[in-house]
């Protein structure tokens, strides 16, 4: 498992890298971004949080946008920043190239049907795949914290929810929560998953947290003014579903902030400072 | 003076805004972005900030990537980014689009020359028009600072250095500082002031600094691997053009760092507390 090192810059004292490899369980070459804090300097091996994007991103948008890096250099946390898709021109894309199916559109799923299924394996890419890729390659401890926003809040949520041992914690802003219910996660699962609903459920996160017997710490960040609160993210049933099974998930709402990475930018030292109470 | 709003994203308790309106000096539209930090929605009249950005940006670059709005909420600042050029349909571009002339590349002059001169009047229009028209519509006080990235860096030391009166203090990241003598800053002043090479001086930061007598607070950071350090930025006629007329110049040089927005996001933090100082 080769990586080949596209762009460096420091930041922070430590390093916001990016680099390319060969992806075998989607069948493409994938670009990932990682900050490595100061601390790998000193030979230190640190923890770190995976940050899965939403949609029309790639891996840069977290890392030119979040502002992240401040803290999690102060934190001693590496933060690795996937792709949300198959890349390539050998990649199906929606036919009419719309933003929310096909590239920058992956959903965190394994697709099974055609012409989908080839390239479209996300989830084993995020659970399997890049982790280990990442532990063979960098300083890290095999500690691992998951986090994202909008598609990518619906990844951290439903990715945490079904692999407790592998993470510490799991975060998410404006995720959408409750995908079989929404346009945009409708129209993702039948393409990628096909007419059967029941299909569905393994990947929506306010079906998943409604039978979660091991409760990882897990905290949402909601923006009130967010443009697709109330007919793509599915808050109060998921809400209402984490009330069923008694999981106590911390929920911040606040008057004012959007779907935008301002709003990320503005309440990412929060995530930052709950993951590393868990990674430590 | 009208202006129109084209964007507001709530960021760090303030907002992060976009506005249009039609520019006289530069005889097209012209969009600008304003970060109000949340002081001004108790009524507090705050001061404000100039940012001018490099080649190839325009008005969102820095409000997307420096992370300076924690601090400037933090210090009660409003944050104004220009773009870097006239632009629209009807202004005139470099005939082979380059990225070092025309659009995307005014370098804060007024342009004598044709076909440049009906547009390229960036150094009136950040000079005069832009703060009065600041003034008229945000709640904003008369006291401003200015810095800059780049070819807005070299943009910050000479309108700060020829309008002393006009500001509190004076920063840059990775400025052009000797345009006159680096290729950047040749093509550019050939085209827009002409070969009579002694109209270039009134705009070269190494001459200005050389002769000034109302010396303003001035810092400047460099990154010690910034691929633009040797050929481009000129900083050795800088550092000496300033001693020599003991102008007290803080020049910060960092190893590792190049010339991005990772950079200038690791310092905006010192910069906003010394134009803080200065400002208040």
Excluded at 16 to 34: G, V, W
Excluded at 107 to 114: C, D, G, I, K, S
Excluded at 185 to 193: D, W
Aim: a negative charge; charged letters at 20%.
């Amino acid at each position: 498992m080769s990586i080949e090192q596209i762009a460096a810059n420091k930041s922070f004292g430590g390093w916001q890298n990016r680099f390319k490899h060969t992806a075998s369980s989607l069948n493409c070459e994938m670009n990932f971004s990682i900050y490595l804090p100061p601390q790998v300097e000193d030979g230190i091996k640190v923890p770190v949080l995976y940050f899965l994007s939403g949609l029309t991103c790639n891996d840069e948008n977290f890392a030119q946008k979040a502002a992240a890096q401040r803290i999690a250099a102060e934190l001693g946390i590496a933060i690795v920043t996937p792709d949300t898709s198959p890349r390539g021109d050998g990649v199906t894309d929606d036919k009419d190239a719309a933003y929310d199916l096909g590239l920058g559109a992956g959903f965190y799923v394994n697709a099974t049907q055609q012409p989908w299924a080839k390239h479209y394996q996300m989830y084993d890419y995020i659970v399997g795949e890049l982790p280990k890729l990442i532990e063979q390659n960098f300083p890290v401890t095999d500690k691992k914290s998951i986090s994202g926003h909008s598609m990518g809040g619906h990844g951290a949520l439903s990715i945490g929810l079904k692999n407790p041992q592998d993470y510490a914690s799991i975060s998410a802003f404006s995720p959408i929560c409750n995908p079989i219910n929404c346009p945009w996660g409708q129209k993702a699962f039948e393409n990628y998953l096909g007419a059967d609903k029941t299909t569905w459920q393994a990947y929506d996160a306010s079906r998943l947290i409604a039978i979660a017997e091991h409760k990882l710490p897990m905290m949402v960040e909601l923006g009130l003014d967010d443009q697709f609160l109330e007919e793509q993210l599915g808050i109060d049933a998921f809400i209402s579903a984490a009330k069923q099974n008694q999981y106590d998930v911390n929920i911040a709402q606040h008057k004012g902030y959007d779907h935008s990475y301002f709003f990320i930018a503005s309440f990412i030292e929060a995530h930052l400072r709950f993951h590393a109470k868990y990674l430590a």
